[in-house]
C-alpha cells in the first residue's frame, strides 16, 4: 500500500485533500512535513542511530535517534512516536508533546523532539530493516562525525541548539 503524505503550504497550513504519495516529487509552492526525535540518557548524550547501507538517502550515515515523515491524517508527535516504536521498539508517549525546534528545509517543514530518558541500550531492539546500529554519543563526537561526513549533514549550530536545550532543561530561556 502506498505512503501518503498530507500537503502544506509556505504557511505551514494543510491543503485540505491534497496529498501526495512518499518519494514523488513535490509541486512548487507544497510541502510535507517530517519528524525528527533526539533522545537523551542521564548522561547527556544522545542516541544516535546508523542508517543502513541500503537506503536510498543517506546510507551509511549516523542520524539522530529516529524520524520520518508524517503521513497522511497524523499529527507529527503521532508520528514521531510512531517512528520511535518502529525503529527502536519503544514506547514513549508523545501525546501531549509539542516539538522543542520546528524549523523550515526547501521541501517542508521539520518537528524536533527532544526526549530526556534513561533507556540503555540494552532495552533498544533496533528494527534491522532501517537501522545497522544505535550509540550514544556526546555533542563533541556527533560534530567531529559531521566533519568527517560519517553523519548526515546537519549544521554543528543545530547541534549545539539541541544540546543547549536538552542541558538548559528548557529552563525558559527561550520566553
Same mark, same amino acid.
Given at each position: 500500500?502506498?505512503?501518503?503524505? !498530507?500537503?502544506?503550504?509556505?504557511?505551514?497550513?494543510?491543503?485540505?485533500?491534497?496529498? $501526495?504519495?512518499?518519494?514523488?516529487?513535490?509541486?512548487?509552492? /507544497?510541502?510535507?512535513?517530517?519528524?525528527?526525535?533526539?533522545?537523551?540518557?542521564?548522561?547527556?548524550?544522545?542516541? $544516535?542511530?546508523?542508517?543502513?547501507?541500503?537506503?536510498?538517502?543517506?546510507?551509511?550515515?549516523?542520524?539522530?535517534?529516529?524520524?520520518?515523515?508524517?503521513?497522511?491524517?497524523?499529527?507529527?508527535?503521532?508520528?514521531?512516536?510512531? *517512528?520511535?516504536? *518502529?525503529?527502536?521498539?519503544?514506547?514513549?508517549?508523545?501525546?501531549?508533546?509539542?516539538?522543542?525546534?520546528?524549523? /523550515?528545509?526547501?521541501?517542508?517543514?521539520?518537528?524536533?523532539?527532544?526526549?530526556?530518558?534513561?533507556?540503555?541500550?540494552?532495552? $533498544?531492539?533496533?528494527? *534491522?530493516?532501517?537501522?545497522?546500529?544505535?550509540?550514544?554519543?556526546?555533542?563533541?563526537?556527533?560534530?567531529?562525525?559531521? &566533519?568527517?561526513? &560519517?553523519? $548526515?549533514?546537519? &549544521?554543528?549550530?543545530?547541534?549545539?541548539?539541541?544540546? !543547549?536545550?536538552?542541558?538548559?532543561?528548557?529552563?525558559?530561556?527561550?520566553?
Amino acid at each position: 500500500m502506498a505512503e501518503m503524505l !498530507d500537503l502544506y503550504n509556505q504557511y505551514r497550513q494543510q491543503l485540505k485533500g491534497q496529498t $501526495i504519495e512518499r518519494g514523488n516529487k513535490l509541486d512548487e509552492g /507544497t510541502f510535507h512535513l517530517v519528524a525528527h526525535i533526539c533522545i537523551f540518557n542521564q548522561q547527556g548524550e544522545m542516541l $544516535i542511530q546508523q542508517r543502513k547501507f541500503n537506503k536510498k538517502l543517506w546510507p551509511g550515515l549516523w542520524d539522530f535517534s529516529a524520524a520520518g515523515a508524517v503521513m497522511q491524517g497524523e499529527t507529527s508527535n503521532v508520528a514521531a512516536q510512531r *517512528e520511535i516504536k *518502529e525503529e527502536l521498539d519503544l514506547d514513549i508517549d508523545l501525546s501531549k508533546t509539542r516539538p522543542q525546534i520546528s524549523m /523550515t528545509f526547501p521541501f517542508g517543514f521539520d518537528d524536533i523532539y527532544l526526549i530526556r530518558t534513561n533507556v540503555q541500550l540494552k532495552d $533498544i531492539h533496533i528494527e *534491522e530493516d532501517e537501522v545497522e546500529a544505535i550509540h550514544f554519543a556526546s555533542r563533541e563526537e556527533i560534530v567531529e562525525l559531521i &566533519k568527517t561526513e &560519517k553523519f $548526515i549533514n546537519y &549544521k554543528p549550530g543545530l547541534i549545539d541548539l539541541i544540546f !543547549d536545550f536538552v542541558e538548559s532543561d528548557n529552563d525558559g530561556m527561550y520566553q
